[in-house]
């Protein structure tokens, strides 16, 4: 809308008192504009180009204002989303400072190491290590690789390992915590494999090692070797203690697929954000007053929306990783396989520009308090029937209860 200010009750009138982003654009081409989100778009308005108060030293752009553009959201999600685009195209150099966009916190195993180690970062390059977040903090991430750590035996030090049976070792090592590859206590095979491991544990947030550790106490149970068995179910116990403050977002970073669904500014529609590998698309708005007339399903909507046309390139890389995943399939576990395959499989070897900054807009959403909408994650297909369900708890009247 162009701003007159000789009319400018009638152009007030004609903006929604609804939350939203807004731009304010100058009319002198080269100046910037404004960007902003609120929860009143008329009222952000009025108070922007509005007749100033005398002596008041509150922001007013009246006289400089050209027209306005606004887009009425219909939640937090949708606005800080809305927010970081329009702030990527008017601020190209300076958007992550106007949005105070940090990237999120992960842990990283150094897969491109020759002795592997996990830490802590917020740095997400495409250089074959495997990343696992995110995050609430970097104090969240280390809390937990501490104890993550606790369940094997890889080295948390920064040194260049050199094999040096001369070399005394660190804390770690002396308290049997580390395999110490410094000092050469260990095979280059061995610490493979317990680096396996972790990583294995990490990609199935903990089913790799509970399965393996069920498997030996059964086999030992059924031996008459009860001594190990109580061993194996307290290492159990100890893993469930360990992974019991995870949170559910915190997943390999390029499996990180995903729905959040939240309330759309339109009567009766909600706003489906799909996630795939971290990156956040375009919402698709189901408007079930619409759909409802249609023959068709809102299910059979939705598997058409989510369905992702998978390019050439897309089908080779996958081909090439299931080759990979069925030629190492053992390789965690078994010393004598190589390593370099399994490294490759868990490894990230591409990352888009705008991960980190759409996990960061993921992860401030996620770990916010209280938080709207829901998240539902994608395990081997897209769970259709719990979106549905979901759909109708967010529009359901607040104080009711929905039987879907």
């Not at 150099?93 to 830490?119: G, M």
């Not at 149970?221 to 469930?240: G, I, N, P």
Request: proline content about 6%.
């Amino acid at each position: 809308m162009d701003f007159d200010a000789t009319r400018d009750a009638e152009f007030f009138s004609a903006l929604p008192s609804r939350a939203g982003v807004l731009v304010i654009e100058m009319a002198d081409p080269s100046a910037r504009p404004y960007l902003a989100r609120t929860a009143d778009i008329r009222r952000a308005a009025e108070r922007l180009l509005s007749v100033p108060e005398e002596n008041s030293k509150r922001l007013n752009l009246r006289e400089v204002a050209a027209r306005i553009l606004y887009r009425v959201t219909g939640s937090k999600f949708e606005q800080s989303f809305v927010l970081y685009h329009q702030a990527r195209e008017l601020f190209p150099d300076r958007y992550r400072d106007v949005l105070r966009l940090r990237p999120p916190a992960v842990l990283k195993v150094t897969l491109r190491s020759e002795y592997p180690r996990c830490f802590a970062t917020r740095r997400i390059r495409a250089d074959g290590g495997f990343y696992f977040g995110p995050f609430a903090s970097r104090a969240a991430a280390d809390a937990f690789a501490d104890k993550f750590l606790d369940l094997f035996k890889i080295r948390r030090c920064q040194i260049k390992i050199r094999r040096d049976p001369s070399f005394p070792g660190c804390i770690y090592s002396e308290m049997k915590m580390c395999l110490a590859p410094c000092f050469a206590g260990c095979t280059k095979e061995e610490y493979d494999a317990e680096a396996g491991r972790a990583v294995a544990t990490l990609d199935t947030t903990g089913a790799a090692l509970t399965t393996k550790f069920e498997r030996e106490r059964e086999e030992a149970s059924e031996a008459l070797d009860f001594e190990r068995a109580a061993v194996l179910h307290k290492r159990m116990e100890k893993v469930s203690d360990t992974l019991r403050g995870l949170p559910e977002l915190a997943k390999r970073i390029d499996h990180l697929d995903a729905v959040i669904l939240e309330r759309a500014a339109e009567e009766k529609t909600i706003a489906v954000f799909p996630l795939r590998a971290g990156l956040l698309e375009e919402p698709i708005f189901l408007r079930f007053g619409e759909i409802s007339s249609e023959p068709r399903s809102v299910e059979g909507f939705l598997r058409q929306a989510l369905q992702k046309e998978i390019k050439p390139e897309e089908k080779e890389s996958e081909i090439e990783q299931d080759a990979d995943r069925e030629r190492d399939s053992n390789a965690p576990d078994n010393p004598e396989k190589p390593a370099v395959n399994w490294r490759r499989h868990y490894g990230l070897r591409a990352a888009s520009p705008e991960l980190t900054e759409h996990l960061s807009l993921v992860a401030r959403w996620f770990y916010s308090k209280p938080r709207e909408g829901e998240i539902l994650f994608r395990e081997a297909e897209w769970p259709y029937r719990r979106i549905l369900r979901a759909c109708g708890r967010l529009l359901a009247p607040p104080g009711s209860e929905s039987r879907n």
